[in-house]
């Protein structure tokens, strides 16, 4: 876990990362508010920040105000660092949005179990955020978040003159397999086709649950042709898996897939592209299933 420490103190700030380097955290020295501010309003920003009250530039309770207004998406646990001690000091800085308030001279073991506290404050909030964004039986994202996720992917393809392929694919005559089995079965026969999609996949593309035995994936970057090769990937991939009972039965699945890709310099939007992509995939139901069906270029 990464940890700011910002002070204007040179001596105080050294035995600051002696200590937190000691300990098994990666550090991050800023000398003044300003410096503390430019690494914390990055996207990929540390998770605790130590900040001293007094420093050049912003001030620890300035920081503060400021972070909590922006709201980022990933939570700073933030420990105010000074020599105030009267309760009203102590009443500015929380309400300033800090989190924890250690007055100086301080005692390192005191400052090491603080940390501890933030980290596992760090730690459950980001389980809660896994769990509000993942589908509970695959473990894939949910399909809010993937719809999230695609809206950034399609704002970064637009910017950037790049494609990007969305694939929607659909397990085949899946209620067959609820009705002969029962749903305990079809519940392991999606958690293996998750498994197998995802495995087909790039390390940079994503997947989701669209709903019920229907899945969608984002390829950032992939052109048609591209998008079309890994979804025939896909296709042969789960036509050849087997979901192995415990009396050694073997089920099988296969999927229809609908393709469609967003060209370079297209102001295409998700719901356009979804579409598409889901129009392709009708029609390889209708086709007879077990295939990749490419939208309309239109």
């Known amino acids: 876990m990464r940890?700011?420490?910002?002070?204007?103190?040179?001596?105080?700030?050294?035995?600051?990362?002696?200590?937190?380097?000691?300990?098994?955290?990666?550090v991050i020295l800023c000398r003044n508010g300003d410096e503390a501010w430019a690494v914390l309003e990055q996207?990929?920003?540390?998770?605790?920040?130590?900040?001293?009250?007094?420093?050049?530039?912003l001030e620890g309770v300035q920081i503060c105000e400021r972070l909590r207004k922006m709201n980022p998406s990933r939570y700073v646990y933030v420990i105010l660092l000074t020599a105030r001690s009267k309760t009203e000091d102590v009443i500015k800085g929380l309400d300033s949005g800090a989190d924890d308030y250690i007055i100086k001279p301080f005692h390192p073991e005191e400052l090491k179990y603080r940390l501890r506290i933030g980290e596992r404050i760090i730690e459950l909030e980001q389980r809660i955020i896994s769990m509000a964004s993942t589908d509970y039986l695959t473990g894939l994202l949910n399909r809010r978040a993937f719809m999230e996720r695609l809206e950034a992917e399609i704002n970064r393809a637009q910017r950037g003159y790049n494609h990007l392929g969305i694939i929607i694919a659909d397990l085949d005559h899946f209620k067959d397999i609820n009705d002969r089995y029962g749903h305990q079965v079809g519940d392991r026969v999606l958690q293996d086709a998750s498994r197998c999609l995802t495995s087909a996949c790039r390390v940079y593309d994503f997947v989701g649950r669209y709903g019920g035995e229907e899945f969608i994936i984002c390829l950032p970057g992939a052109n048609i042709n591209e998008t079309c090769n890994i979804a025939e990937r896909m296709?042969?991939?789960?036509?050849?898996?087997?979901?192995?009972?415990?009396?050694?039965?073997?089920?099988?699945v296969t999927a229809s897939f609908g393709i469609a890709d967003m060209s370079s310099g297209s102001a295409m939007s998700s719901d356009d592209l979804i579409k598409k992509a889901d129009d392709a995939l009708y029609q390889a139901k209708g086709k007879g299933r077990n295939q990749v069906v490419i939208a309309d270029s239109k």
Do not use: K
């Not at 540390?46 to 001293?52: R, T």
């Open 3 to 26: 940890i700011l420490i910002a002070d204007d103190d040179l001596l105080s700030l050294r035995i600051l990362n002696d200590y937190i380097n000691s300990w098994g955290y990666e």
């Open 43 to 57: 996207e990929n920003r540390p998770n605790i920040a130590i900040l001293d009250w007094m420093m050049p530039g």
């Open 235 to 252: 296709r042969n991939m789960l036509r050849e898996q087997r979901t192995v009972l415990a009396d050694n039965t073997e089920v099988g």
